[in-house]
């Protein structure tokens, strides 16, 4: 049985490192441990800025390592994603004796931290805990600026999707039923993920550090956009 909070987190890294050793470079074991580095780097800041703010930081920890274990763009079966992460996340935590209060709060989390969920659910940042919403913006803070467009390009190269395509627009507006079937039969391009989803991340963040440093990333993603399409344009 592990015996502190730190031997949990460890061991979950350990875990979560060996699980995703195959994923490509988008969705790999670095991008998770920058989400855990950034979602306890929100943690701190939002508590500085209330310090009245309550809040369980394990469950922060344990969640942004824990987030891309099952992942709509890879699984096979995309029927029952949230059956298999409380499968998985049963399976690690049984050994430890682990609260099942806090096993359901994680498993909360992964099962709504993405983009595809927030479409089918309407969800806005005053509906979500506070857990939530650091994990999810750190997670939508690694999928803009220079660190985005890098595994945008990775994903791209991964799914064998073009770059670029001039008679293929992006969908304005698009809905959870467009994201998944898009998804599903693998369509689009990597600069239509741009406008369809990567420059409309910084209206999405529920934290106020959030917003400052997806605004700057934003910004970056705006300078490449506009050379990209300057060099397309013949």
């Known amino acids: 049985m592990v015996s502190s909070d730190q031997d949990i987190i460890n061991e979950a890294k350990c875990f979560v490192k060996e699980s995703m050793r195959s994923n490509d470079p988008s969705h790999d074991w670095n991008h998770v441990e920058r989400v855990y580095k950034m979602a306890v780097y ?9 310090p009245n703010l309550n809040f369980d930081i394990e469950v922060v920890e344990l969640a942004a390592l824990f987030h891309d274990i099952v992942d709509f763009k890879y699984n096979i079966d995309k029927s029952n994603l949230d059956d298999i992460s409380e499968k998985i996340l049963k399976q690690f935590f049984g050994k430890f004796n682990y609260p099942k209060e806090k096993i359901d709060k994680i498993l909360n989390i992964i099962s709504n931290i993405s983009w595809r969920k ?3 659910l309407s969800s806005r940042p005053g509906d979500v805990p506070f857990e939530l919403k650091v994990v999810r913006d750190a997670d939508r803070l690694d999928a803009i600026g220079a660190v985005g467009i890098a595994r945008c390009m990775a994903f791209t190269g991964a799914k064998n999707r073009p770059i670029f395509q001039a008679d293929l627009k992006p969908i304005e507006n698009m809905t959870a039923e467009q994201y998944n079937k898009q998804t599903i039969k693998n369509e689009s391009t990597a600069i239509n993920h741009f406008y369809e989803k ?4 910084k209206d999405k963040m529920a934290t106020e550090t959030g917003k400052k440093l997806a605004l700057e990333r934003h910004n970056f993603m705006i300078e490449y956009l506009n050379q990209f399409n300057q060099e397309t344009k013949y």
Do not use: D, M, Y
């Open 42 to 50: 929100l943690s701190t800041q939002e508590k500085k800025l209330n």
């Open 118 to 120: 927030e479409l089918e």
């Open 198 to 201: 990567l420059i409309k991340i």
